[in-house]
């Protein structure tokens, strides 16, 4: 009988560590520890509630910030729940995550000080284009709500609403506020300690496109002729008749939600109203994605403008986010981003990427985890200073040296008068709204979805699930949602058979305006533009070289002129 019993002790010994080492895998021990009453507190999450790590936890993690910052990642085995079992973690400061690399199972950390107060502070995009710090008590208010994870967060309570009791929307997720009576919205950020901006600001798509223009052609990686894309278009028809059943991609078993912040404003529900409308009328032979904006509008607008004359695109309907093909003779594609992803340690701030890449969601109505286009529209996702940049853009266009910093003052001014907010720029000026959103609706045809645009995690993190490729998830799915990266080749988008593309301005004013600016603003190039030499010299900069063969030398605005009827309609034929 003794060595049954031995047996049975060690089977049980064997399974008792088994079961200690699965419950260490999966975090920190649920029960509290003692934590040392001076210094900073580290604590982890566990479903809602916040737990102290130990003592000895909150001294190693704590020697780590210090040492290494509060951007930095590091692997470590030193967690106390982890002794005798080496589980190798990952602690990241940046994004306030502990990860177990066996288990992939990822827990938000926290670090606090001695009076168990976040370590973090509050501010908001000013008038005087800078970042302002809200009044403490405002500060915990919204401290409170950002912990309990309340978002939208509806609050009247706050110091500088005393005497107008104006109800305001917080959205974390995207870090706007909104002012349910006069519909103006802000930017807000947390700053974590340290300094580390953790939840606040980032670097948004106008930021990092700014960034490749005033970088110019050192962005690039490789020279060489643009060839010019050729399409075969043509879809069985009863693939045409299934999506057309299936109806807009946005409303795909979801609700026609708008979220809190658009629902209550009339020129808001409008737009969504309009683009829901659009994805009715293409969803049989096009996918549809969206892109947020605020900042890089004007460099939109004049792109657009420039493509008017140059290339025959579309510009009273659209922004052009991307004109300089340079880029694009590295990577013309989505095939090649993905090739090239891993290159980047960081990701989709990754200056090649910016050159031609563009972030969006597949979505209008989606509860997307970075920027869904009902929490980001009024504001935009993005806010940041633009010096230099549009000067810069007039010269990579073709505009002669001597006039360029003229016509920017030219085209701000433009921009002022017909309502567009140019806040970011120099000289700018904030719109009458306070809205600085703008939301670009992007059709492409199913034929091209898999071969210039990949399905994404935050930060452009490839995501497989979705995969299938994409066109076969957008066609079969639902509902839909999720981010994408879209590869926004201009030998493609300026193509309206290939991709058309709507702007919508959260500024009623600029939105109703928008037609009539752009053609003041091709007007305003024309002196520049206006001669077949000049044209050609700018074509041949704006691609590096040889124009694709679709391309012709005589002024294409006129050409590209078109009613909106036929426009908006999925067949131009």
Request: aromatic share 10%.
């Amino acid at each position: 009988m003794a060595p049954k019993k031995k047996a049975a002790g060690a089977k049980a010994a064997a399974g008792k560590a088994a079961g200690a080492k699965a419950e260490a895998a999966k975090g920190p021990p649920l029960k509290k520890a003692k934590v040392e009453a001076e210094g900073p507190k580290w604590e982890w999450r566990d479903g809602t509630e916040w737990k102290p790590f130990r003592a000895e936890d909150c001294t190693m993690l704590e020697g780590q910030y210090e040492s290494k910052g509060a951007k930095a990642k590091f692997c470590t085995t030193a967690f106390s729940f982890n002794q005798g079992f080496d589980t190798i973690y990952e602690v990241n400061f940046e994004n306030m995550t502990q990860t177990n690399k066996d288990t992939k199972k990822r827990r938000e950390i926290r670090r606090q000080d001695a009076a168990g107060k976040a370590a973090a502070s509050w501010e908001w995009w000013s008038d005087g284009a800078e970042w302002a710090a809200y009044a403490e008590e405002d500060a915990a208010v919204l401290e409170k709500a950002f912990r309990e994870e309340v978002t939208p967060f509806l609050t009247k309570n706050l110091s500088f609403n005393k005497g107008f009791d104006s109800l305001y929307i917080f959205d974390f997720d995207v870090m706007t506020q909104v002012n349910s009576d006069s519909g103006t919205s802000r930017k807000i950020q947390r700053t974590a300690a340290g300094g580390s901006k953790v939840f606040g600001h980032v670097e948004g798509e106008d930021d990092g496109f700014a960034k490749v223009l005033l970088a110019g052609k050192d962005a690039d990686a490789t020279a060489g002729a643009a060839d010019g894309a050729v399409f075969e278009l043509g879809l069985p028809p009863a693939l045409v008749a299934a999506q057309r059943k299936r109806g807009a991609q946005s409303l795909r078993k979801r609700k026609s939600d708008y979220g809190p912040a658009v629902s209550k404003d009339p020129h808001g529900r409008f737009c969504f109203d309009q683009m829901l409308k659009n994805e009715k009328e293409f969803c049989g032979e096009w996918v549809v994605f969206y892109h947020s904006y605020s900042c890089a509008a004007i460099l939109y607008e004049v792109q657009a403008a420039v493509g008017s004359v140059l290339f025959r695109f579309k510009a009273e309907f659209a922004g052009l986010p991307r004109i300089l093909a340079h880029g694009f003779k590295h990577i013309p594609d989505a095939g090649k981003m993905l090739k090239e992803f891993p290159k980047w340690k960081d990701k989709d701030h990754n200056v090649a990427f910016k050159a031609v890449g563009l972030c969006a969601t597949s979505g209008l109505l989606a509860p997307d985890s970075e920027a869904p286009a009902k929490s980001v529209f009024l504001m935009g996702y993005s806010v940041g200073c633009l010096k230099g940049v549009l000067e810069k853009l007039l010269g990579a266009v073709g505009v002669p040296k001597a006039q360029v910093v003229g016509l920017a003052k030219d085209v701000l001014s433009l921009a002022a008068a017909h309502g567009l907010d140019t806040q970011g720029h120099p000289g700018g000026h904030k719109c009458k709204s306070g809205r600085s959103g703008h939301m670009l609706q992007i059709f492409l045809r199913r034929e091209l979805c898999d071969k210039y645009v990949y399905p994404a995690f935050p930060y452009g993190v490839p995501d497989k699930k979705r995969d299938l490729p994409l066109s076969k998830y957008l066609a079969e799915k639902e509902p839909i949602e999720g981010q994408v990266r879209i590869t926004l080749n201009p030998d493609v988008f300026l193509r309206a058979t290939c991709a058309r593309m709507f702007t919508y301005s959260a500024d009623p004013t600029y939105h109703k305006n928008r037609p009539a600016f752009i053609k003041e603003l091709v007007g305003l190039l024309e002196p520049i533009l206006g001669h077949e030499d000049v044209r050609v010299k700018a074509a041949k900069g704006i691609f590096g070289g040889k124009p694709p063969a679709w391309w012709t030398p005589e002024d294409q605005s006129k050409k590209a002129a078109m009613p909106l009827a036929r426009y908006a309609a999925s067949s131009m034929d």
